[in-house]
């Protein structure tokens, strides 16, 4: 049996299975089926049963040409509202995702247009073997900042960036937020998280920093140090500083500069989603990625 002919490129799309990773995927491929694209989303079975929980049956019905699909973890039946062990996802990922995946892609090929291309997160590279495998091109899609993926780089690379990395963009192409904040209004306690911290510079908001993990950290030290539209609170949290840290941002000097500042970043987010700004450029690339392996 062939598959389903609809004259559509069709784009699977597979972000890592956290939420921070989940929701530039979802921007993107939004991005992609309005660019023509018939679109397929793939989530673990244990996310698509929280998305379920969270917003009803509804947010996963999905369009004729934009669907979402489900494959396993690999993990243990856990807790459904707590978030999972990200060491033991980050080790299932690599080890138990491409089976099923490929499965999915036989299944994708016989009910729906043939799968054209893949988009996947940076840290889903299991998905490289199965592009391989259908001879069709994928692109990398990094969700982190720049500057933390640079920083990740160098990590692994001691010290040295450089050489034929394929196809990858970073995932800077969508404002990663509804827009949410006034232009100059208040300011944004974060954990400096890439799509938070994007939000914020994009409404043109000063941030209250507090990071975590990953490369939050990197994130929280270019907001506050580099690009001046942060300050970060101590790890050891206590009530006296971060009324000062508040009182400054609201009312102080820094918290001044730092508004202006923020504004420049929302000046400058706004040029690059505009025809003919990088972000647009950037997507029209990646499209073009895309398309190059498409037979017919």
Sequence with gaps: MGSISSGKPHAVCVPFPAQGHMNPMLKLAKL??????????????????????????????????????????????????????????CASTSTTFLEPFRHLLADLNIRSPRVSCIISDGAMSFTLDAARELDIPEVLFWTTSACGYLARVYRVATGVCGGDQGEGFNGKLVRAGGGAYASGGGSFLTHSGWNSTIESLSGGVPMVCWPFFAEQQTNCRYACTEWGVGLEIDSNVRRDEVKQLIKEMMVGKKGMLMRNKATEGEQAALKAVAIGGTSVVNLDKMVGVLLSGRKG
Excluded: M, W
């Excluded at 660019?35 to 989303?41: K, N």
């Design 32 to 89: 992609l089926h309005i660019r023509g694209f018939h679109v397929t989303l793939v989530l673990t079975e244990f996310n698509y049963r929280r998305l379920v929980r969270a917003c009803g049956p509804k947010a996963v019905e999905g369009l004729s040409d934009f669907q979402f699909a489900t494959i396993p973890d690999g993990l243990p039946p856990s807790d459904d509202d707590a978030t999972q062990d990200v060491p033991s996802l």
